[in-house]
């Protein structure tokens, strides 16, 4: 019995001392569980019968343990959760009292946003056309450069050089093939047309060498009385003459017409020439880049209001101010020109809106090219005044001129002087010009770049049609952003004198200070009719 009572009490001092421990230190009793059973006959039925008695107690006060430590991890879990949902409570509350006091204010801000998001994309508009020329103060600026120091000058007109550049080699790489296209010029027809105008041009250059007047009447008189067989052999020179040379041009056409530098001159004599090209093309994406700055604008003074009512910090609206001016131009900008190809998202198809436009800027842009840039008047004045082109073409006419000359000379039985043959080819250069105007709605006809351009431009893919509008927007895409941003934060920084009363304040300020200087100057006055 005694031997009953010593087991006994050691199992109750065991047991108590092994819950104290389980208590002070979580799930330690496993611990001391383990050295008394392995694994296997913790978890065996079968073993379990012959563990000893103490044992099986400290398991069942160690579950006990684990029992209680997890509902009061869950207690103090769902404790935080309230505190977070009181804490978000209060904060809606107080947002709600916000708006209360002052609705109007708070209102006003995504109409204000939506004023700043239009008018940061028009203003943005606007810098890429105008000025055409710079204006500031030109303390610094540098060459092609549209930001001065003190001053803008537009995006297009300032870099119409590079632009210029870029649009050619499209062109000329992409859509035209010079010699193929000079090819479709008939000389037969060129030599008719223009046969008429040889006479007078020779008759001008006769009036230059030989200005007295009855030396003139003498060699007409001359021409007049010959036979009708001289006569006819003289028209067939002529037509041989032009009919000859115009081959010889399609055949050098490489070396007498610098398309890169007729185009080039044309756009660096008039700026505003290729800044009508870009709107004429992109006119309806230009529209786009202003109009969605109102509503990505609205949408954006939504958050910026929900922002303001939640965040104390007078600075909320200036900064929200800054973002929109921001994310509306880059937004306008990327909808503009991406995704390039057509993707494929749910049951939608996104492009860029410029690129889906394909057919319709291919009409406008070759229309434009041809009826204002490679006109025959333009291409003819290029070859002729064009200083990498103008002797070559000299050499050339200089030539079949002299080859012409002399046949008719000999027709007539004498033979001219060469130093006579060389200032006739000089001076019928000079007055060529004013006898090819009758070959332009020929040559405008024939050539056919408006249906060329048309046709080629609407086979491009889309990355390289994407190149075609997209430069004038990616030369200073950053500049044009920023610029948003700094409006934008102006805009903020109203919304926010108005939101604290600071705005309220300044203009009871300017109102003291206009009675001030108003009062001053009536006492002047009266004081000065007393005296």
């Not at 840039?373 to 002729?384: P, Q, R, Y």
Request: with cysteine; aromatic share 10%.
């Amino acid at each position: 019995m005694n031997e009953c009572k010593r087991c006994a009490r050691i199992i109750v001092l065991s047991s108590l001392f092994s819950t104290a421990l389980s208590l002070q230190c979580g799930y330690q009793s496993t611990f001391i569980i383990n050295q008394y059973a392995t694994p296997s006959s913790i978890h065996s039925p079968q073993a379990s019968s012959h563990l000893p008695l103490q044992t099986h107690r400290h398991t069942t006060r160690a579950r006990c343990v684990r029992l209680s430590s997890t509902k009061g991890d869950e207690n103090e879990d769902d404790s935080s959760k309230s505190k977070k949902k009181i804490g978000i409570s209060k904060h809606i509350q107080s947002a709600i009292k916000k708006f209360k006091a002052r609705p109007g204010t708070y209102l006003l801000i995504p109409v204000i946003a939506a004023f700043v998001g239009w008018f940061t994309n028009y203003l943005a508009v606007q810098m890429i056309f105008y000025p055409i020329e710079f204006r500031g103060i030109p303390i610094w600026r540098r060459d092609g450069e549209p930001l001065g120091l003190l001053g803008w000058q537009g995006i297009v007109p300032a870099k119409t050089y590079k632009m210029s550049e870029t649009m050619v080699n499209m062109v000329t790489t992409q859509l035209l093939n010079v010699e193929e296209v000079f090819r479709r010029l008939d000389p037969d027809i060129v030599a008719s047309t223009l046969g008429p105008e040889v006479p007078k041009l020779m008759e001008s250059i006769g009036e230059e060498l030989v200005p007295l007047s009855w030396t003139q009447k003498a060699g007409r008189a001359l021409f007049f009385s010959l036979p009708g067989r001289t006569k006819a052999a003289m028209d067939s020179a002529n037509h041989r003459f032009l009919h000859d040379f115009t081959v010889s041009m399609q055949d050098n056409i490489g070396t007498l017409l610098n398309i890169k530098n007729c185009v080039i001159n044309q756009m660096m004599q008039d700026r505003a020439l290729l800044g009508q090209l870009f709107r004429k093309c992109g006119q309806a994406e230009l529209d786009f880049l202003t109009n969605s700055g109102l509503w990505f604008g609205f949408m954006l003074g939504i958050i910026q209001m929900i922002v303001a009512l939640f965040w104390e910090n007078p600075w909320a609206l200036s900064i929200g101010g800054a973002i929109v001016g921001l994310a509306t131009n880059w937004l306008a900008l990327k909808w503009i020109f991406e995704p390039v190809n057509p993707t494929k998202i749910g049951p939608f198809i996104l492009q860029g809106q410029f690129l889906r436009r394909q057919q319709e800027v291919a009409k406008e842009f070759s229309a434009f090219f041809a009826n204002n840039v490679l006109t025959s008047e333009k291409l003819w004045d290029s070859i002729l005044n064009d200083p990498s082109t103008k002797s070559s073409f000299g050499l050339l006419f200089t030539n079949h001129l002299k080859k012409f000359a002399n046949v008719l000379s000999g027709g007539v039985g004498f033979l001219l002087p060469g130093g006579i043959l060389t200032k006739a080819s000089s001076s019928a250069l000079e007055k060529l010009p004013n006898h090819l105007h009758v070959l332009h709605p020929y040559v405008d006809k024939a050539l056919g770049l408006q249906f060329t351009l048309r046709t080629q431009m609407e086979k491009m893919t889309s990355a390289k049609f994407e190149r075609v509008l997209h430069p004038i927007f990616e030369e200073d895409e950053l500049t044009l952003i920023i610029a948003g941003g700094f409006l934008g934060f102006a805009a903020g920084l109203v919304q926010q004198g108005i939101e604290t009363g600071a705005a309220a304040k300044w203009v009871s300020k300017c109102k003291l200070k206009i009675k001030k200087l108003v009062s001053r100057l009536f006492s002047s006055s009266t004081a000065t009719d007393q005296s």
